[in-house]
């Protein structure tokens, strides 16, 4: 029977015994079982001192005071030990069990009277607390993962077995690059950015200079533009789009494929084109990442189409419009319309969907397309097809299955299916007459056993294709057997790299590997060395997998340390212990550890690790390199078919697709039909009740790389904790966590770098002599996408789409806005 004479401090410290007693028991159990998984030994002793002050403060002990104390002490000094004073690693060590210490404190004044008549209980706790002090240091000084992470030296290099040899030479002679910048190749670009990467050889450099690090700050938004595009039904909405700009115009697309051309200095609307692209086409996600715009030599000057904008839509056809009016060009294709399906076969709504626009070279239009993953193995084929840029017709089309075929398929067959496809933006050098392709993956992507030769020739490689023909000019596999979605998602950037033997004709390709391959662009040979380094064998397929991976040794990478048990996060120590024993439980031996079946394994980085589809910016200038990347992990299982069967998960191209079951785009499981495994990927490997992240921040990061001297000029986190928090609620904090994030940026001739992509949609201009954020600015909606500039009516304008990205979980936004300096500060 309750005591009706206690104080409320009495009760208020029976509470706190509950609570305590409440999370002490699972951090417990939980400490014991992760030890019997071979991890840390803390949490078992930690549980037992917090159920132990519980049992005091229960009794209104001073002894549970005092137990604490000890706890909170052995909790600093291990917390300290084994992260030392990285701030966000003590947040799950030190945060919570601080605020019981204050609220622990906060009895006294309600025990003070009571310490002497449980003296030798106290005697006996304080006793075992320091036991488990010492022997938690002891017991826990050889346990792996429970130092803080160090860089080790990078394995020996071994031969490649010529089954897995890299196709253009694996390495070539070091070099030290000691040109002068002032051999970089002349720029393109002035005042306008006619292509998504600025020019199709996407360095996303300006030349214009009269937004400066002094006057950014004077920055205003003096125009904006919505599409109306925005989601009504729950459809992946989003919309990553880069604008180009020619002359007095601006050139965008929406997320449903809509048209429009505006005034490039006041953002008017000069007309619309609204392709009429249904909803149930989106594919992975509702984007249209870019235009095409192309200039007829050929046509009478002024006369209909003789410029003209080309645009994919998510329902496969290329559309080309003419820059003034927005009509229809009559002589392209059928009625100024290409049907993309002709030749690929049966497909679904959203399978084969257009998100990426053309790379033109040499007046034409090479075109590939987004093929959503995981879905059969008898996907739409990944066919790269060139058309001519004035009429449509096809000139050549590059299917891997038939190389020597170079029209439409015969009657009543289609292109290869499942082979590797080009989702990204392709790079193109006119010069040459090459295309630079950066490939995907062959369809299913966690499993391989029946794929050709040629798809494992060519399945995320950098391919280089000759233009007028089609042919193959060369190509360097990045992953060999890949079966991690390891696909080349960024664009290729072509620069004159600096040699010892002075400036080659490059192609810098990012991965999600956070590598950089630098190949002779003419050739295929590559400019940096590379090694092929042992990788860990298992899996399902051990039998296929290759025993070694290319790795870069003589350029800077931005791949981090392999994750340890310490590395794991949340928000409390119990959300901590839980990632680790997630992490235990997880088949782990660091990048490549290949796919399992009977545990889940960790994929580090995940399949949106390094760099993605925004690319690199390079000052040609200056030879400065600037790069975003991702740093997160995924945890992923594949799934017996048997299984995939049982739960009704079937492929979106099957008569009895049941969205409700999964399976689809955004499906927790992807059942790879035709493969002996579906696969569950989790890409937000997250703690259940918070929803936080499992690994410790930071999940993304911004870096500056000089190419002349090969080093890193600036590496640091990306992104702040203001749209990010527990329970899916911002905390609005202006800490830079560094957060995923998508998407590109441009650099300025003035020494900025301006760049959205970040989870907290914010624009920002970065210094790129010292990373330092010199200018923000909040966004409608997520910034996934990379912004551009041009100058219009006497201003330089920075112009972002703000989208929003339906898998980052991004506000989904319509937005176009314009930002310059007032009036009265240009020039």
């Known amino acids: 029977m309750a005591n009706p004479h206690r104080t409320f401090g009495q009760w208020a410290t029976i509470a706190l015994a509950v609570v305590m007693g409440l999370f002490g028991l699972p951090i417990m159990l939980g400490g014991v079982w992760l030890i019997t998984l071979g991890g840390s030994w803390y949490y078992a002793f930690a549980g037992l001192g917090l159920l132990v002050s519980a049992y005091f403060l229960f009794r209104q002990s001073m002894a549970g005071v005092s137990v604490y104390l000890l706890t909170f002490i052995a909790t600093v000094a291990w917390a300290l030990w084994e992260s030392g004073l990285d701030g966000w690693a003590q947040v799950p060590r030190l945060v919570a069990p601080t605020v019981i210490l204050v609220l622990v404190l906060a009895t006294i004044p309600v025990l003070g009277g009571r310490f002497s008549a449980h003296r030798g209980a106290f005697a006996a706790s304080a006793a075992a607390i320091i036991a488990i002090g010492a022997a938690l240091i002891a017991l826990t000084s050889g346990s792996e993962g429970t130092a803080v992470a160090q860089e080790v030296s990078p394995p020996p290099a071994t031969q490649a077995p010529a089954s897995q040899a890299p196709d253009a030479a694996t390495s070539a002679p070091q070099t030290s690059a000691t040109s002068s910048p002032a051999a970089y190749a002349t720029l393109e670009t002035g005042a306008d950015w006619p292509a998504y990467g600025g020019t199709h050889r996407a360095t996303r450099y300006s030349p214009l200079d009269q937004i400066t690090a002094e006057n950014v700050g004077k920055l205003e938004k003096i125009w904006e533009f919505r599409t109306g595009d925005l989601p009504k039904d729950g459809e992946p909405f989003g919309n990553q789009n880069t604008p180009v700009k020619v002359g007095n115009r601006l050139y965008l697309c929406s997320a449903l494929n809509k048209i429009s051309a505006l005034d490039a200095a006041t953002g008017a609307e000069f007309w619309t084109y609204d392709p009429k692209t249904p909803a149930d086409a989106i594919g992975y996600n ?12 050929t046509a009478e000057a002024g006369s209909l189409c003789a410029a003209r904008i080309v645009n994919l839509t998510h329902d496969a056809r290329m559309i080309a419009l003419d820059t003034e009016t927005g009509q229809l060009c009559p002589n392209f294709g059928n009625g100024g319309i290409v049907n993309l399906l002709e030749g690929i076969g049966d497909t679904a709504p959203g399978f084969y969907a257009p998100t990426s626009p053309p790379t033109l070279v040499r007046d034409v239009l090479v075109v590939g397309s987004q093929v959503s993953d995981g879905q059969t193995r008898e996907a739409p084929s990944g066919v790269i097809r060139g058309f001519n840029a004035v009429t449509g017709e096809l000139d050549w089309a590059w299917d891997m299955g038939r190389p020597d075929e170079k029209g439409l398929p015969p009657q009543g067959e289609v292109y290869t299916p499942g082979t590797p496809n080009v989702w990204t933006i392709a790079s193109g050098d006119d010069e040459l007459g090459l295309v630079y392709l950066p490939m995907g993956n062959s369809a299913v992507d966690y499993w391989g056993g029946d794929r050709s030769d040629a798809e494992n020739t060519y399945s995320t490689a950098i391919v280089a294709l000759d233009v007028e023909t089609g042919d193959v000019a060369w190509h360097y596999q990045t992953v060999h057997y890949d079966v991690w979605d390891y696909d080349l998602g960024g664009q290729g950037t072509l620069v004159d790299f600096p040699t010892e033997n002075g400036p080659v004709p490059a192609i810098v390709m990012p991965s999600k590997q956070a590598q950089f391959y630098i190949l002779n662009r003419a050739t295929g040979e590559p400019l940096v060395t590379i090694e092929e380094r042992p990788a860990p064998q298992g899996g399902v397929e051990p039998e296929r997998l290759s025993p070694t991976q290319p790795y870069v040794t003589d350029f800077p990478n931005l791949l981090k340390p392999d994750l340890t048990e310490a590395d794991m996060w949340g928000a409390t120590p119990l959300d901590q212990l839980w990632c680790r024993i997630q992490f235990r439980q997880a088949s782990y031996a660091g990048v490549y550890t290949p796919p399992t079946v009977d545990q889940p394994w960790i994929q580090f980085p995940g399949y949106n690790g390094g760099s993605d589809w925004g690319g690199v910016a ?22 017996p078919r048997e299984t995939i069967d049982e739960l009704g998960i079937l492929p979106i191209t099957d008569p009895n697709y049941d969205p409700d079951a999964g399976g689809g785009s955004h499906g927790s499981i992807s059942p790879q039909a035709l493969s002996p495994y579906g696969i569950r990927v989790n890409a937000g490997w997250r703690v259940p009740l918070t929803g936080l992240l499992c690994k410790q921040p930071p999940y993304g990061g911004i870096a500056a790389i000089d190419l002349n001297t090969r080093e890193v ?14 329970f899916g609620i911002p905390s609005m904090l202006p800490i830079e966590i560094g957060t995923p994030n998508n998407g590109g940026g441009f650099i300025t001739a003035s020494g900025l770098f301006f760049i959205a992509a970040a989870t907290d949609d914010l624009l920002r201009a970065i210094d790129i002599k010292t990373g330092k954020e010199v200018w923000q600015v909040a966004l409608p909606a997520g910034g996934q996408a990379t912004p551009m500039t041009y100058e219009a009516g006497g201003r330089q304008i920075v112009v972002i789409n703000a989208g929003g990205h339906d898998f980052m979980e991004t506000a989904i936004g319509d937005y176009f806005i314009a930002y310059a300096l007032p009036k009265s500060e240009a020039p």
């Open 286 to 297: 509702a984007s249209c990442r870019g235009v095409v715009y192309f200039e007829d030599t």
């Open 618 to 639: 390079i000052d040609p200038i200056k030879g400065i390199m600037i790069a975003n990347y991702n740093n997160m992990p995924n945890f992923n299982q594949l799934v």
């Open 713 to 726: 000029l600036w590496d640091r986190p990306f992104g702040t904790a203001r749209k990010n928090g527990p």
